[in-house]
Structure formats: C-alpha cells, structure tokens
C-alpha cells in the first residue's frame, strides 16, 4: 500500500489544564476528499493548527510525504505542500480579487507579474473571475469564502485543509461551492475539510474522522459514522442513540 500522504501518531495538545487534542492517530492517503468532524469545542481547528505547524504539540509526530514536519512553522508547510484556509476570512480588503489571491501565488512566483497572472488562472478555477478587479471588501460572504480557497490553491498545494468553507452560506451557495471543491480534488489536490454541514459531507467525503473533547471517537464512510451510536451521543447527547433506537424499533 503507498505510504500515506499526511500521518498522525499520537498527537496531543493541552491548553493550561484543557486537553484540546488527545492522543489523536491517523493515516490520510492522497488523492481523497476526508473530513473532520465533531460538536462545538471538539478540537477540530486546534488540530488542523497542529498539523499545519500553526501550534507545536506537547506530544506525538507528524509526518507529511514521509517527513517529519513536527514543529515546521507554516510557511515552511506551504511550501513542502500543505496550506490551510481559516474559519474567519480576513482579506486585504482594500486590495483587489487579483492581489488577494496573489498572495499566496507568490509562495513559488519569482514576480509580481507572475504572481498575477497564476491569480487570474486560480480564480477561473473557483468562480471568482468576474470579481477579479473588485476590491476584496465588496465581496459578499460567499465571495470571501471563494477569495480564501483561491488563496490556499494559489501555494500551489498537495494537501489543502478547509477550515469551513461551507460556513455561513445559505443552502444555494453550499450546493454552488460544493463542485468547486469536488473539481479542486479532481485536479490532484487532496483535501481535508472540517465540517458542519453534513449534507456536503456526505456528498464529498469519502472518509470521516469524528472528535469529540479532542479524542477520535468513530472513523469510517459518511455513512458508516452517521449510524454510530457514539457520535449520536456525542452530537446530540448521553443517551439518545439507545432513545433513538427506540424510536426506530418496530412497535
Ligand atoms: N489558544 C487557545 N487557548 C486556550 N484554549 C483554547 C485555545 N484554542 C482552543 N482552545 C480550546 O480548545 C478546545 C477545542 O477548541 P477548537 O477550536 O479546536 O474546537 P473546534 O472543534 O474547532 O470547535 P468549533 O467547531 O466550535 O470551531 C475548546 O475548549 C477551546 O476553547
């Protein structure tokens, strides 16, 4: 089997007397779209800071195309091929589409020109070409959803991690964004999403890994963790797989 493109071994990180992230294994292959999921407060962004080298963990390794990256702050990330997107956009917003996303282009552009023109091309892939010459801050949520992916794609990456590009969209733009995120995979680049909308979960992931209080509680299809008890639990409360069984036996 090949070797996996990014592997956790037990990653732990604590935050005073918190334990964001315990313990935490794990294996993604390339070529994949998986998923991250889990309640509120679970772990999910602290981990994603972990594996882009955003935060150091107290203990365990990762490796990222087979080398060690515990510890490698994120640009040097980027550039081996690991970029991640944030939760809350935070464009230049007086400069424009182009120069946003070209910010990220000039991670392996020699100059600006060049770092301009991969702009052009990156925002043709994600939808943004008509908002090209737009200032970033006239863009709507969803643009600036677009503008945050375009940025991550622009480093050129092997593995993008998605902070919730889905977050804040009205049903419309999740079901507009979701292809853009399937094609992006479609051109190589393998993906790791966090996610609450479970709808484009389940439309896009082929794996999940659930966490809860900052351990992995249930890995497997959509589908496979979905049915667990333990992530029902998790999600929705002490005892309310064994009620929804009930609810769902045959009277
Ligand atoms: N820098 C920090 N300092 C102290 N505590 C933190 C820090 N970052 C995260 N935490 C805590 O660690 C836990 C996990 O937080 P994290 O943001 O990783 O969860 P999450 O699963 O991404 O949640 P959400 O879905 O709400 O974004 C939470 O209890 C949070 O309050």
Redesign the pocket.
């Known amino acids: 089997m090949a070797s996996p493109l990014l592997r956790l071994e037990g990653v732990s990180k604590s ?2 007397g ?1 334990v ?2 315990r313990d935490v294994s794990l294996e993604l292959a390339e070529g994949r779209i998986a998923a991250l999921i ?12 972990l594996m882009s080298g955003f ?1 150091r963990p107290d203990t365990g390794r990762i490796v990222f195309a087979g080398e060690d990256i515990t510890g490698v702050p994120p640009h040097l990330n980027a550039r081996r091929g690991m970029t991640r997107t944030f ?1 809350i956009v935070q464009p230049f917003a007086a400069q424009t589409v182009r120069e946003n996303i070209a910010v990220g282009a000039h991670l392996h552009c020699a100059g600006r020109r060049e770092a301009l023109a991969e702009a052009e091309r990156v925002a043709q892939r994600v939808g943004l070409a008509p908002q090209l010459d737009k200032p970033a801050g006239d863009l709507t949520v969803a643009g600036r959803k677009r503008l945050e992916l375009a940025r991550a794609l622009a480093t050129r990456p092997r593995l993008l991690l998605l ?2 590009v889905l977050a804040g969209l009205n049903p419309q733009e999740v079901a507009e964004m979701v292809p853009v995120v399937r094609s992006i995979a479609d051109g190589g680049v393998t993906v790791l999403m ?1 996610e ?1 909308v479970m709808q484009a979960v389940m439309h896009l992931a082929s794996h999940v890994w659930v ?1 809860s209080q ?1 351990e992995l509680i249930a890995a497997g299809s959509p589908g496979e963790v979905t049915r667990d008890p333990r992530v029902i639990e998790a999600y929705l409360g002490h005892g309310t797989a064994q009620r929804l069984g009930r609810l769902v036996e045959p009277a």
């Open positions: 935050f005073g918190l964001a992230v889990g309640p509120n407060g679970a772990g999910k962004t602290t981990l994603f800071a935060l939760q902070d919730e966090i609450h966490l900052g």
